[in-house]
């Protein structure tokens, strides 16, 4: 017998108000487990396929990444050695300048005064 049915048997037997509400409890909660079964039945674990397509799908993306990641290396390597040059170059006092045909001479330390332009 099963637990509906001596819910249903025992508030027959008992004249309290109680049992009525135990019968209430067990006819609302069978829906919920039925409901409950549906979705198990529906959410099944997914099937070999599935993961293959999943796992395919993130090697995919860890290579893409990987090659990124490779090619930022490379570039930062790239301007590393470029700052290093550029730390034993000396520039003169004075600088001349040709803008649009027109010729300035101002000196380095002007053009570099204003941290705002650097």
Known sequence: MNTFSKLIENSGNQSSGNSD???RVARHSIPKMSASRNLEKESSPPGDEALDNVNKHIKEVFDILTNETNKV???KNAFDEGAKKLEHVHFPGMVKLNVGGHLFSTSLETLTKDPGMS
């Open 21 to 23: 509400r135990k019968v």
């Open 73 to 75: 290396r490379k570039e």
